[in-house]
């Protein structure tokens, strides 16, 4: 007898491809929803995108407000469900990289309200899911928040995005590799409820990423495609698994403590990336699949050392060693690395 009903939400409309920014009133006018529109952005992705999201809706009759923020913060939240209030809006969309869009997303799911999801940058897969994470005291790590209703990817705006956040939204897919390997030991050990449809999708994503690795390349357009495909296949993994551990392990928490820690944390992606190196060694040893991890990572051109990511070994070392205090999920971890095994560990791959 199932005792337990399941609710998997997803985004109805995700519209992929070349110029489709201007498809964006069509997907929105898809959903049926009332009310004016307020577009939260921050300045690069408003310069960028926001604006023409807004003159669309001008053109077409809506009232937009727009609202700018600059930085990623519960205060950012509470004047974006504060300019939303004023302004009496009935629906939001987030046009930016993981800040807007997780604030958005934030603001949206405090006001019940429903949001779309632009993103500039295809820079980790919370431009798709429905995980928020906003930086709080220690807190950060994703928390729970509804996905966007509808996701407008074009290619021909990420493609101009920075390269360095397209090679990070790589890494942040290659670490699903290891993500579902400490799910799967989570599960074994300490009986975490495991999803093999989440799992599957979510290693599938990854391999598919790593075997196009040579069509992803800077300057090529087909390489936002690939690479914000795997986002959505992703965040479709946390999606059905209703938790972030499809797509975040133990590497995730060595880089949740590196923004606690390292004086000038990398990109989020990036950080996973160069912890999916050594988590993979934690779990298959010195002649496991490490290299394979490192030398995916190596080809789309992600850091996969210390020096690389512009942080020091002792911080590589403090971060492994406390990670797993990050939050309550059990990860290859366990209850924490010596301070020998962490040296190891960041030695042996050549992270240090
Ligand atoms: N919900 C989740 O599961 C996750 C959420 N996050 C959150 O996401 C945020 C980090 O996301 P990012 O995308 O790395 O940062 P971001 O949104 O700050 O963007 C990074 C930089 O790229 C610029 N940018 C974006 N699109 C551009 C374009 N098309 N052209 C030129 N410049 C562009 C932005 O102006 C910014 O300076 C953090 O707030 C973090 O907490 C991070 C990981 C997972
Ligand atoms: O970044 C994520 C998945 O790629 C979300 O993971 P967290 O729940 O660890 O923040
Ligand atoms: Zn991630």
Known sequence: MFEKSTWIRLPRNVVVGHGVLDQTLDAVDELHLAGRPLVVSSPTPHAVAGERVVDQFEDAGYDPAEVVIDEASFDA??????HAEDVDAGFMLGVGGGKAIDITKMAADDLGLGFVSVPTAASHDGIVSGRGSVPEGDTRHSVAAEPPLAV?????????????LTTAGCADIISNY???RDWE??????????SEYAG????MTAEML??????IKKGLEESSWIVVKALVSSGVAMS????????????HLFSHQLDRIAPDPGLHGHQVGVGAIMTEYLHSGPKGRWRDVRDALGAIGAPTTADELGIDDETVVEALTTAHEIRDRYTVLGDGMSEEAA????TVTGVV
């Open 77 to 82: 939240v509470q004047r974006v469900i504060a």
């Open 152 to 164: 407008v990817a074009d290619t021909e705006v990420l493609a101009e995005a920075p390269w360095r």
């Open 178 to 180: 290891t993500a579902v």
């Open 185 to 194: 030991l989570a599960h074994r050990l300490k009986n975490v409820p495991y």
């Open 200 to 203: 599957a999708l979510s290693q």
């Open 210 to 215: 790593v075997d196009s690795a040579s069509s």
């Open 240 to 251: 059905i698994a209703d938790s972030s551990r499809p797509a975040s392990g133990a590497e």
């Open 343 to 346: 040296i190891e560990a960041a």
